[in-house]
Nanobody, 124 residues
Framework: QAQLLESGGGLVQAGGSLGLSCATS????????MGWFRQAPGKEREFVAA????????YYADSVKGRFTISRDNAKGTVYLQMNSLKPEDTAVYYC?????????????????WGQGTQVTVSS
């Protein structure tokens, strides 16, 4: 079992920046992909970004490409999401997730572990 704990959410004005962290614990050594997803009120959960454990390849949703950056520190077991140029439509609960296997990184149902989520609110 692995546990994920997000932190760093909050309220920010449009155009501002915010950084999220996801600390992992437990049996994390074999997890291949760490991802970030978000869910806005009344909307389905959507993929935001993912990073591979080995090689560090990163993947982004088109809506955040160029504005968000995902990174990880394997030694610390922590994944980060730096969000710049935030827009009101980025408002959502952001979830950290982890999965075995490097395929299907954008498919939420393929992830094995989830954090509890952290609220990000962007005011206009």
């Amino acid at each position: 079992q692995a546990q994920l704990l997000e932190s760093g959410g909050g309220l920010v004005q449009a155009g501002g920046s915010l950084g999220l962290s996801c600390a992992t614990s437990g049996r994390t050594f074999s997890l291949d992909v760490m991802g970030w997803f978000r869910q806005a009120p009344g909307k389905e959960r959507e993929f935001v970004a993912a990073i591979l454990r080995f090689g560090g390849n990163t993947y982004y949703a088109d809506s955040v490409k160029g504005r968000f950056t995902i990174s990880r520190d394997n030694a610390k077991g922590t994944v980060y999401l730096q969000m710049n140029s935030l827009k009101p439509e980025d408002t959502a609960v952001y979830y950290c997730a982890a999965k075995y296997g490097s395929s299907s990184y954008s498919a939420g149902h393929r992830y094995d572990y989830w954090g509890q989520g952290t609220q990000v609110t962007v005011s206009s």
